[in-house]
């Protein structure tokens, strides 16, 4: 094949694969070189490269992680990372702070795909999960596998408060497409936020609260001006007793203000003009042949 042909082909192959991003204010896709994560800085909305964390370990590989419902598909793009120890190990990078103001109500989505490995583990300290932390390294929101429960669950504030029912979710070693929700309630010093998880919910249309696979709804979790994300840190946490071996691998990671900005699909109009660059790219190869 000529390096004309080829050229076309890959512009074509490009233009399927691609992701057709929404509005997200952070987005990872792992679209690096195979091998050690660390150092590799792209995705979306980032403002360091990624670094080790604790004895760190996090590797992309190829082919990426997707999520299909029904007729629709996530965009997705690049390949995924994991990381698998006995000690405390994975990566971590930061970004601007993400905040709710004063006196409102403020609504976040996060969605990834994910699947964790040796879950349930021996103490409860321990962990594989993806934690959303503020600038004093407090882990306000996590999700993953946590101690004796095997199953997806959400944590809020520290490692004994605010997990979400861990009987209403599947079990986190099947890799799933999660969706979150965070109602951020700061009208008041006593208002209650409000976290919900989907667990492989349908693509194309925003998944009812009463839809939700677990939840945990009328604590108060963050004050004002407490609720501030800086850093994103993925991985395994061994606290104590037995040092088994833990992994996570996650893929898509996206969080933005609405439920479209976390869960971007192809639009009939972007498919079209997808369509269009393969066609165009067929008939220059029959001319060529002719």
Same mark, same amino acid.
């Given at each position: 094949?000529?390096?004309?042909?080829?050229?076309?082909?890959? /512009?074509? @192959?490009?233009? /399927?694969?691609?992701? /057709?991003?929404?509005?997200?204010?952070?987005?990872?896709?792992?679209?690096?070189?195979?091998?050690?994560?660390?150092?590799?800085?792209?995705?979306?909305?980032?403002?360091?490269?990624?670094?080790?964390?604790?004895?760190?370990?996090?590797?992309?590989?190829?082919?990426?992680?997707?999520?299909?419902?029904?007729?629709?598909?996530?965009?997705?793009?690049?390949?995924?990372?994991?990381?698998?120890?006995?000690?405390?190990?994975?990566?971590?990078?930061?970004?601007?702070?993400?905040?709710?103001? @004063?006196?409102?109500?403020?609504?976040?989505?996060?969605?990834?795909?994910?699947?964790?490995?040796?879950?349930?583990?021996?103490?409860?300290?321990?962990?594989?999960?993806?934690?959303?932390?503020?600038?004093?390294?407090?882990?306000?929101?996590?999700?993953?596998?946590?101690?004796?429960?095997?199953?997806?669950?959400?944590?809020?504030?520290?490692?004994?408060?605010?997990? @979400?029912?861990?009987?209403?979710?599947?079990?986190?070693?099947?890799?799933?497409?999660?969706?979150?929700?965070?109602?951020?309630?700061?009208?008041?010093?006593?208002?209650?936020?409000?976290?919900?998880?989907?667990?492989?919910?349908?693509?194309?249309?925003?998944?009812?609260?009463?839809?939700?696979?677990?939840?945990?709804?009328?604590?108060?979790?963050?004050?004002?001006?407490?609720?501030?994300?800086?850093?994103?840190?993925?991985?395994?946490?061994?606290?104590?007793?037995?040092?088994?071996?833990?992994?996570?691998?996650?893929?898509?990671?996206?969080?933005?203000?609405?439920?479209?900005?976390?869960?971007?699909?192809?639009?009939?109009?972007? /498919?079209?003009?997808?369509?269009?660059?393969?066609?165009?790219?067929?008939?220059?190869?029959?001319?060529?042949?002719?």
């Amino acid at each position: 094949m000529n390096m004309a042909k080829l050229a076309l082909l890959t /512009l074509a @192959s490009a233009a /399927l694969l691609a992701p /057709l991003q929404a509005d997200v204010i952070l987005y990872e896709g792992f679209d690096y070189t195979a091998g050690a994560l660390v150092n590799q800085n792209g995705g979306t909305g980032f403002s360091t490269a990624w670094k080790n964390s604790g004895a760190g370990g996090d590797t992309v590989t190829y082919p990426g992680l997707t999520y299909t419902s029904g007729a629709n598909s996530l965009n997705v793009i690049g390949g995924y990372t994991t990381v698998t120890n006995t000690a405390t190990a994975g990566s971590y990078r930061d970004f601007s702070a993400i905040t709710a103001a @004063s006196d409102t109500v403020t609504t976040y989505w996060i969605s990834v795909i994910a699947s964790t490995g040796g879950a349930p583990y021996s103490v409860s300290g321990d962990e594989a999960s993806l934690q959303f932390r503020d600038g004093s390294g407090t882990n306000l929101l996590s999700v993953g596998a946590f101690g004796s429960s095997a199953n997806w669950r959400l944590r809020a504030i520290g490692n004994s408060s605010g997990f @979400s029912n861990a009987g209403d979710a599947p079990s986190s070693s099947t890799e799933a497409y999660l969706v979150i929700r965070v109602d951020v309630d700061t009208t008041t010093s006593s208002a209650a936020d409000n976290l919900y998880l989907w667990v492989n919910p349908e693509l194309g249309s925003e998944p009812s609260i009463a839809s939700a696979t677990s939840s945990i709804t009328g604590t108060n979790f963050w004050d004002n001006g407490e609720f501030s994300l800086v850093r994103l840190r993925t991985g395994l946490i061994e606290s104590g007793g037995t040092a088994e071996s833990k992994s996570l691998t996650f893929d898509e990671l996206r969080l933005g203000t609405s439920f479209t900005d976390v869960a971007p699909i192809p639009e009939p109009a972007e /498919l079209a003009g997808i369509m269009g660059v393969l066609v165009a790219a067929l008939g220059f190869l029959r001319r060529r042949r002719s």
